[in-house]
């Protein structure tokens, strides 16, 4: 049977009769959860999201009720509470559709989460390139405060808490969550090292603060309504809850997929639609832009519960954190790329490497010249005026980036070199040794 | 002293601005919506502006230039009529995005990474928008254009054309 998708947070999204206003959201029972939320105890809420087993959705898949639990709560100093919305790692655009076509979902996600956890501020960090996005979350803040559930006295619960919307200037460093304070405190992005920055003892204004993904946030209104029992239920056990994939590239219907329980193949066959017609799929970039690439004919070991092996391939991963995990990738931001063996292996890497060359803030040296670095020596692979040493050069230049910066920004220039040269390495080899200009030439992935 | 540059702002602009300040529990943090602003009315942040913040915000002026100098999207050089940042990144380039770039320097006239002479075009690569699974994709101003196909580029040229024509756009609110 073809696999489906689980709609939760899209459940109304595409729906032709479903609109931003808050007239839209109330009609389908929205801000009912945040009245009831303001009721209780906030540590009962807590409880609930840690017992649901909800886990990050920004990239690191970090428990969020453990993250909660850090939250200092004895400094005395505010809470503060930042919705990531910097949406910037390549592939992935999912916080996108959540903020443009459900903004009331977020608003309440984000107002019982700050509830629980004793807020007195939440911030939006929107990246610049949303611009209605920004427009469409401050409207329908005011519509919301209008009802009661932003601002003064929430619900008639005498609790009170705002929110702004803060718009990024195009820098990627500000996804991550220490950037991104310093960002929010009018400086340059620069990350903070941890310890001691960790965010929920040293956050915003060094006071304890929660930085939450938007499709995490979301996830909190959910977990509210079904009861953390029912909410585990979905997806596997220390996997929970649905998960939006974006697929792009070469697919037949690239989208975003809101889906729990299924395969790797299942969403590229099923939902997707499989390669374009006459093409085969060559290799898949599961996470995000950082994360390391999949060879699509690679096979992988897996152990059954009585110890004996077996062996799986890419369509068989598990399409959850720990699925893609074991295959030796991650599932960070849910960005799927996929490529088909139209694709020169080394411009692809070579584009990625000119993102992330292009993105480094240039705090620690090893990340922005190592970057850098990458970038000169994969374009001028690409360009047909390689040198004989390049490919190792590259490989352990890169090797010596990641975990040795203030953020791990530097593993996504380790990441991709080694896994694409690890794994496609006769074919770069090929490319290097003829040395010339686009091998395979017809959809060409750099400048020229 | 104050400088006289907030008389070039519009009342508007001015009133956002004076709005934003109190919002924040610290003023510094209010310097990137001060600046969005600025610019938006402006479609630059000059030298002028950067003083008239250090004064607003009680900052020093390497404060306000180490946040301008820091992100790509705040411009000490005018941005043209129409502003046009074409995503480059894998997902996009998987679907010809480069082709498109080159139909349209040609088309417009404007030379990547630059503004056309007459201030009409500013064309530029943007890294991924966000929006890749209708790559290639393009922001023209507040607004995405998804889907651009090398081989039916007219519309959004045409496109493109009347707003560099046309008067200033209507700014994003900041
Ligand atoms: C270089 C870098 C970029 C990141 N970009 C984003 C981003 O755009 N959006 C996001 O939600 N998280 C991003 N993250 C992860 C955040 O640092 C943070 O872990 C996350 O927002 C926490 O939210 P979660 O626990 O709900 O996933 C990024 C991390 C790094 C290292
Ligand atoms: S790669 Fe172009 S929008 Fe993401």
Redesign the pocket.
């Known amino acids: 049977m073809a696999a489906k998708e689980t709609r939760i947070l899209l459940k109304h999204a595409d729906d032709p009769n479903y609109s931003t206003s808050i007239d839209s959201y109330l009609a389908v029972g929205g801000y009912k959860m945040l009245e009831q939320a303001v009721t209780m105890k906030p540590e009962l809420i807590r409880a609930e999201v840690k017992a649901a087993g909800l886990r ?7 428990p ?1 009720g453990v ?1 909660w639990d850090l939250v200092d709560r004895k400094s005395g100093k505010p809470i503060y509470l930042i919705c ?6 390549p592939g ?1 655009f999912k ?1 996108r559709q959540l903020v443009h076509k459900d903004p009331h979902q977020l608003i309440e996600g984000i107002m019982i989460s700050a509830y629980a956890n004793n807020v007195a501020l939440a911030f939006i960090y929107i990246r610049e390139e949303m611009p209605k996005g920004a427009r469409i979350l401050r409207q329908a803040i005011e519509e919301a405060r209008a009802k009661g559930y932003v601002g003064e006295n929430i619900c008639g619960s005498g609790y009170s808490c705002d929110i702004i919307v803060h718009r990024g200037a195009g820098a ?2 500000c ?3 220490t ?2 304070i310093e960002s929010l405190e009018g400086k340059r992005a620069y990350p903070r090292i941890k310890p001691p920055y960790f965010p929920a003892v040293l956050g915003l204004y060094n006071c304890p603060t929660i ?7 979301c996830n909190v209104v959910h977990i509210c309504r079904m009861g953390s029992v029912e909410y585990a239920k979905i997806g596997r056990p220390n996997n929970t809850g649905t998960r939006i994939w974006c697929v792009s590239g070469h697919v037949q219907r690239p989208g975003y997929y809101e889906v729990a329980g299924i395969t790797m193949g299942e969403l590229l066959y099923d939902l997707c639609g499989g390669p374009l017609p006459g093409r085969k799929f060559k290799a898949i970039v599961p996470g995000g832009g ?1 994360m390391k690439i999949l060879r699509y004919d690679e096979r992988f070991k897996g152990k059954n519960p009585d110890g004996s092996e077996y062996e799986y391939g890419v369509d068989d991963i598990p399409l959850d954190f720990d699925g893609v995990a074991a295959a030796g990738s991650m599932s960070g ?1 849910a960005g799927m790329m996929v490529m088909d063996d139209s694709v020169d292996i080394m411009e692809a890497l070579a584009n990625l490497v000119g993102f992330y060359s292009h993105e480094s803030c240039g705090q620690c040296t090893p990340c922005r010249e190592g970057s850098l670095w990458a970038k000169k020596i994969t374009w001028r692979m690409c360009r047909g005026d390689a040198r004989e040493q390049d490919l190792d050069t590259l490989v352990s230049m890169a090797g010596n980036i990641g975990g040795r910066t203030v ?3 530097g593993f ?1 220039t380790t990441w991709p070199v080694q896994s694409y040269v690890g794994k496609f390495r006769e074919e770069i080899e090929a490319k290097v040794r003829e040395n010339k200009v686009g091998m395979r030439g017809d959809i060409r992935l750099i400048e020229k | 002293m104050a400088n006289s540059f907030g008389n070039k702002l519009k009342p508007e602009t001015l009133a956002e601005i004076e709005k934003i300040i109190p919002r924040y529990p610290q003023k510094r943090s209010a310097l990137m919506p001060v600046l969005q602003a600025i610019q938006d009315d402006q479609r630059v942040i000059s030298n002028d502006a950067i003083e008239w913040v250090v004064e607003k915000l009680d900052l020093q002026p390497i404060n306000v230039l180490e946040v301008v100098s820091f992100f790509p999207n705040y411009r000490q050089k005018p941005i043209g009529k129409c502003w046009v940042r074409v995503c480059r990144t894998l997902s996009c380039a998987l679907h010809g995005a480069y082709k498109v770039v080159d139909i349209l320097e040609k088309e417009l006239g404007c030379k990547m990474g630059t503004t056309s002479e007459d201030g009409s075009i500013t064309l530029e690569y943007a890294e991924c928008l966000a929006a890749c699974g209708t790559g290639p994709g393009a922001l023209i101003d507040e607004d995405l254009f998804e889907n651009l196909k090398p081989d039916d580029l007219g519309p959004v040229i045409a496109e493109i054309k009347k707003r560099a024509a046309g008067g200033v756009p209507t700014p994003t609110k900041g």
Do not use: H, Q, W
Not at chain 1, 56 to 62: D, K, L, S, T, V
Not at chain 1, 84 to 89: R, V
């Open positions: 990050g959705r920004g990239g690191a898949g970090f969020c993250k990531n919305c910097d949406e910037s790692e992935t916080d990627y460093i996804g991550e969550e950037g991104l930085v939450n993904n938007v499709e995490t946030l950082s931001s953020c791990p920004m996504s």
